[in-house]
C-alpha cells in the first residue's frame, strides 16, 4: 500500500540522511526568514494548541489534545483512520469550531475570534488537502484559482498579480504554460502543486498538510515531499504534516505525534 | 424537522386557502349566484347584500375559514351555491366514480409498462424506445381526444359519453392508463440494466440461480428508488381524471370539480379540491410508506447505493429535425392572418388557400396554429424562467424547499389551474401562475442536490480556509455551479410546461377566445373533428411534436455530462 519513500532524494544540501524524529534535519539554507532550530531559537511558539476538544454532535473526535509547533519546523501527527488527525487540522484552520480547548496562532487566540475578524489572520494558516483534484475547482483555470486568494484580499494588481502568478508556479515546480489548463487536464500530482501555490500565494507561515500525498501514485510521492522540503528550506515555513504512512511522517518531521482515539499518545 | 413544519405549513396554507375560495374569489360570488338562481332578477344592491348575508361572506375572511373548518371537522362541507343541495354526497359519488377509473386505468397502466419493460427484464434490453416514451410525455386530454375521434366517433366501437355500463370504461381507462404505464414501463425499463450489470447478479448466476429468481431479485433492487415516482404518477391520474373525465362526460370528481369552478359553485369546488389533494398526499404517504418498507433502515443511514438509471439514448438529430418541423409551421403560420373570418369557407378541407384548411368561422388553420404559438410557447418561457429562478432560491433552503415540494407535489397543475382560476378567474395569467406554482419543485431539488455537492467538495473548504466571506463563494463558486444546469434544465422542460399549459386552455381555464393558444384551438375544433379532421388533427399534431421534442431532448442532453446527483435529481424530477 505504502512504498517506503527513497529515502536518498528527499535529504536536502547534501546533509547525512536522517530519518529520525529529532531535529537534527538539515537546516534551510540562506533564508534569513526561517530560525536556523526552530525548538531551540524561537521560545515562543507559532501555533499552540492547548487542550484542545472537537466535537460532532455527540461524538467527541478529538479529545484534549495539546502541542506546539514552532517557526520552521515541522510536527508530524500520525494515527489510524478515525483517530481524529483530520478533525485536528479542521479545528485548527477554525473550518470546524472546536468545542473548547485553544488555538494560539502566533499569540491570538483563534478560537475567540469572529468568523470575520479570523479573515485577515486565514491567510497566515493554509490548508493543503487530500484530493488534487476536489481541492481545486473543476470550472476555473489553475491560473485563476492560484490568483484567488490575492483577490479575495484585494491584493491583486496589474502587472504585479500576474508576475506573483508565474513566480508561484515555478516555485511549485509547474510549466508556467499550465497555468491557463483546468484541472482536469493535469494529473494528480501537477493538481497537488497547483493547491500548493494556490496556499503559498499570500506568504503564510504555516501549512497545515492533511494527507498530502496519500491519493498519488507512489512515483509521485517523493516529488511533491521534496517540493515541501525545498519550500521550507526557502520560505521558512511551518508544516503540521498528517498522514498514516509512517515513513512518509519520518523522512519530513522534526517530531512525530501519535494520535489514538482523539487522544496524542504518550 | 425543518421539513416537517414545512410540510405542515404548505398543507395549512392549501387548506386556508381552498377555505377562503368565497373571499379570495376576484368575481363576486353574489352576482353570479344570483345570476344562477334566477336569471331575470335585477342584480340591485339588496339583493346581493341579501345573498352575502345568506351565504356569510359579510363576516369576514376569519369567520369564514372558521366556519368552514368547523364544518369540515363535523363531515360538513356546506350546501351548494347553485344546487341547493349537499356537497359532501355529491363529492362521496363523484369520488366513486373517479375511484372506478382510476382503479381501471391503474390495471391499464401496469398492463401496459409490464408489457414495455419485459424485454429489459427478461432480456437486459435498455430503455423501450422513443415511441414508448412519447407516449408517456402525451398528455391525457390529447390522448383522450385521439381515441375519442378514432375510437368512438370513426370506428364507432365503443360509447363515447356517459358513465352506465363496463363499456363505457373502456377509452377513459385506456386515455388515463396508457400514458401513466408509459412513463412506469419506462423507468423501469431504465433502471434495470444497470442493475443487470452489477456483481451480485453474475454472482448468483454463476452460483446456478434461477433466472426467474434474479429477475426478481433485480426487479426488487431496482424498485425502491422508483417508487416516488409512481406515486407521482398516481398524482397525475387526478389531474388527468379531470380531463379525461371532461372529454367523456364522465361524472366523476374531476368534472365535478371543472363544473363547480366555471358555475363558482365554490362549496362544491371546495369539497371536490379538498378531496382530489387528500388523493394526492395518500398517493405521497403511501409511495413514502411502501420505500420505507422496501428499503428499511438502509435508507435512514443513506447507506445504500442505488443504481443509476440509463436512458435510451436519442440522437440529436431528433430534437432537432422535430424542433425544425415546429419552427418551420409556426413561421409560415406567423406570416398569415389568424383573425380573418371567412363565413362562405367555414370547415373548409385543406387547398392551397387554406393549408391546413379553415375552422368553424372559417378562419385559416395554419395562421391560428403560428400564432398561437406565441401564447402557447411564450407563456410556457415564461413560467419556466420564473420556476427556475423560484428553485435556484429555494435551492438553497433544502429542508423548507422539501417540505413544499411534498405538498405542491400532490397537487397536479389541472387541479392549480382550477384553484387559481377560481380566485382570479380564468384566463392566460391565470394559467401561468397555476403551472408555476407546480413547475418549481423538480428544479428546486435539482438546485438542492447539486448546491449540496458543490458545499460539500473540498475546494470549497479551501476558499474559507483563505478567508473568502460567504458571499464571495456564494457568487462566485456556489452560484456558477448550480445557476447553468438548473437553467438547462428549465430549459428541457420548456416543452412539457407549454403541455401543461395547452392542457388548462383546453378545459377553458387558460386563454380565452379568441386567443388561438393550442389547447383552446384543440377545444374549439374537436366539436368539428368529423366533418373537417384536418383542422382537429393540426393543433393536435403540434402537440404531440411538442411532447416528443420535449421526450427526445431530454434523452439527449442528459446523456452528456452529468453527474449522478443530477441525473438522481432529474429522475425524480419526471
Keep these: ?266 | 424537522m425543518r421539513t416537517t413544519a414545512a410540510r405542515a405549513a404548505a398543507l395549512t396554507a392549501v387548506l386556508a386557502l381552498t377555505g377562503l375560495l368565497p373571499w379570495l374569489s376576484g368575481t363576486d360570488p353574489a352576482l353570479s349566484l344570483l345570476r344562477a338562481r334566477s336569471a331575470e332578477q335585477e342584480p340591485t344592491p339588496e339583493a346581493l347584500a341579501a345573498i352575502r348575508t345568506d351565504l356569510g361572506l359579510d363576516t369576514g375572511p376569519v369567520a369564514l375559514l372558521g366556519r368552514w373548518a368547523a364544518g369540515l371537522l363535523h363531515g360538513d362541507l356546506g350546501v351548494s351555491w347553485v344546487s341547493g343541495t349537499e356537497v359532501l354526497p355529491a363529492v362521496l359519488a363523484g369520488l366513486r366514480v373517479s375511484l372506478t377509473l382510476m382503479g381501471a386505468a391503474a390495471a391499464v397502466a401496469l398492463l401496459t409498462g409490464a408489457t414495455l419493460a419485459a424485454p429489459a427484464a427478461l432480456r437486459g434490453r435498455a430503455g423501450t424506445g422513443t415511441a414508448a416514451a412519447v407516449l408517456a410525455a402525451l398528455p391525457e386530454f390529447l390522448l383522450a381526444l385521439l381515441l375519442l375521434i378514432s375510437a368512438g366517433v370513426w370506428l364507432g366501437w365503443l360509447p363515447t359519453s356517459g358513465w352506465t355500463g363496463p363499456a363505457h370504461l373502456v377509452l377513459p381507462a385506456l386515455a388515463l392508463g396508457i400514458p401513466a404505464g408509459a412513463l412506469l414501463g419506462r423507468l423501469v425499463a431504465e433502471a434495470l440494466p444497470a442493475v443487470l450489470e452489477e456483481r451480485w447478479v453474475e454472482l448468483w448466476r454463476g452460483a446456478g440461480t434461477s433466472r426467474r429468481y434474479v429477475t426478481t431479485a433485480a426487479l426488487r433492487r431496482a424498485l425502491p428508488p422508483l417508487i416516488p415516482q409512481f406515486a407521482m404518477v398516481a398524482v397525475g391520474l387526478t389531474g388527468g381524471a379531470v380531463a379525461v373525465e371532461t372529454v367523456f362526460a364522465v361524472p366523476g370528481l374531476g368534472r365535478t370539480v371543472l363544473g363547480a369552478a366555471k358555475s363558482q359553485d365554490l362549496p362544491l369546488l371546495q369539497g371536490a379540491v379538498l378531496a382530489l389533494l387528500m388523493l394526492g398526499l395518500l398517493a405521497g404517504a403511501v409511495g413514502a410508506a411502501v420505500r420505507r418498507r422496501l428499503l428499511g433502515p438502509a435508507l435512514r443511514d443513506a447507506s445504500l447505493t442505488l443504481p443509476t438509471a440509463r436512458p435510451t439514448p436519442v440522437p440529436p438529430a431528433v430534437p432537432l429535425a422535430l424542433g425544425a418541423v415546429l419552427l418551420a409551421t409556426i413561421g409560415w403560420g406567423l406570416l398569415r392572418e389568424p383573425y380573418a373570418i371567412h363565413t362562405t369557407a367555414r370547415l373548409a378541407a385543406p387547398s392551397a388557400a387554406h393549408p391546413l384548411g379553415t375552422d368553424a368561422l372559417g378562419r385559416d388553420v395554419l395562421a391560428r396554429l403560428g400564432h398561437g404559438a406565441v401564447p402557447t410557447i411564450g407563456t410556457a418561457a415564461a413560467v419556466c424562467l420564473l420556476a427556475c429562478l423560484i428553485g435556484l432560491l429555494l435551492g438553497f433552503l433544502p429542508d423548507t424547499a422539501t417540505g413544499f415540494a411534498d405538498v405542491t407535489n400532490a397537487l397536479p397543475p389541472v387541479v392549480a389551474g382550477i384553484v387559481v382560476a377560481a380566485v382570479t378567474g380564468p384566463g392566460t395569467g391565470a394559467a401561468a401562475l397555476a403551472v408555476t406554482l407546480t413547475a418549481w419543485p423538480p428544479l428546486a431539488s435539482h438546485a438542492a442536490a447539486l448546491t449540496q455537492e458543490v458545499r460539500a467538495s473540498a475546494f470549497l473548504t479551501a476558499q474559507r480556509a483563505m478567508g473568502a466571506s460567504p458571499l464571495w463563494i456564494l457568487s462566485r463558486h456556489v452560484l456558477p455551479a448550480v445557476a447553468g444546469p438548473v437553467a438547462r434544465h428549465a430549459v428541457l422542460r420548456l416543452p412539457g410546461t407549454a403541455l401543461a399549459l395547452a392542457s388548462l386552455g383546453f378545459l377553458g381555464l387558460g386563454a380565452q377566445p379568441p386567443t388561438p393558444e393550442w389547447g383552446l384551438l384543440l377545444n374549439e375544433s374537436a366539436d368539428y373533428a368529423e366533418r373537417a379532421p384536418v383542422a382537429a388533427l393540426a393543433p393536435a399534431a403540434a402537440l404531440a411534436l411538442l411532447a416528443a421534442l420535449a421526450v427526445t431532448l431530454a434523452a439527449t442532453t442528459t446523456r452528456r455530462r452529468t453527474t449522478t446527483s443530477q441525473r438522481k435529481a432529474l429522475s425524480l424530477a419526471r
Excluded at chain 1, 468545542?99 to 491570538?108: A, C, L, M, T, Y
Aim: glycine share 8%.
Design chain 1, 1 to 266: 500500500m505504502n512504498p517506503p519513500v527513497p529515502a536518498q532524494p528527499l535529504t536536502v544540501a547534501g546533509s547525512p540522511g536522517s530519518d529520525t524524529s529529532s531535529p537534527a534535519r538539515p537546516a534551510p539554507i540562506g533564508k534569513p526568514l526561517a530560525p536556523a532550530h526552530a525548538a531551540s531559537a524561537a521560545p515562543q511558539p507559532l501555533l499552540s494548541v492547548r487542550d484542545l476538544v472537537v466535537r460532532y454532535g455527540s461524538t467527541t473526535a478529538v479529545d484534549g489534545v495539546s502541542f506546539d509547533i514552532h517557526a520552521g519546523e515541522t510536527v508530524g501527527l500520525v494515527g489510524p483512520s478515525g483517530c481524529g488527525k483530520s478533525s485536528t487540522a479542521a479545528a485548527i484552520l477554525q473550518l470546524h469550531r472546536p468545542h473548547s480547548g485553544e488555538v494560539r496562532f502566533d499569540d491570538v487566540d483563534l478560537t475567540a475570534l469572529s468568523e470575520r475578524q479570523l479573515r485577515p489572520i486565514r491567510p497566515r494558516l493554509q490548508p493543503v488537502f487530500q484530493d488534487p483534484y476536489g481541492s481545486l475547482s473543476p470550472r476555473r483555470r489553475i491560473q485563476d484559482q492560484i490568483a484567488e486568494p490575492l483577490r479575495v484580499h484585494g491584493r491583486w494588481s496589474h502587472p504585479a498579480g500576474p508576475r506573483r502568478v508565474a513566480e508561484l508556479l515555478d516555485m511549485t515546480g509547474l510549466n508556467p504554460a499550465l497555468g491557463s489548463r483546468f484541472p482536469h487536464e493535469l494529473s494528480g500530482g501537477q493538481c497537488q502543486r497547483a493547491g500548493i501555490a494556490r496556499a503559498l500565494a499570500n506568504t503564510p507561515q504555516l501549512l497545515i498538510l492533511d494527507e498530502p500525498i496519500s491519493a498519488l501514485d507512489a512515483s509521485l510521492r517523493a516529488g511533491i515531499l521534496n517540493l515541501l522540503l525545498d519550500l521550507q528550506d526557502s520560505l521558512g515555513l511551518s508544516y503540521l504534516f498528517i498522514s498514516h504512512d509512517l515513513t512518509a511522517v519520518r523522512h519530513l518531521s522534526n517530531r512525530t505525534l501519535t494520535m489514538h482515539d482523539g487522544r496524542i499518545d504518550g
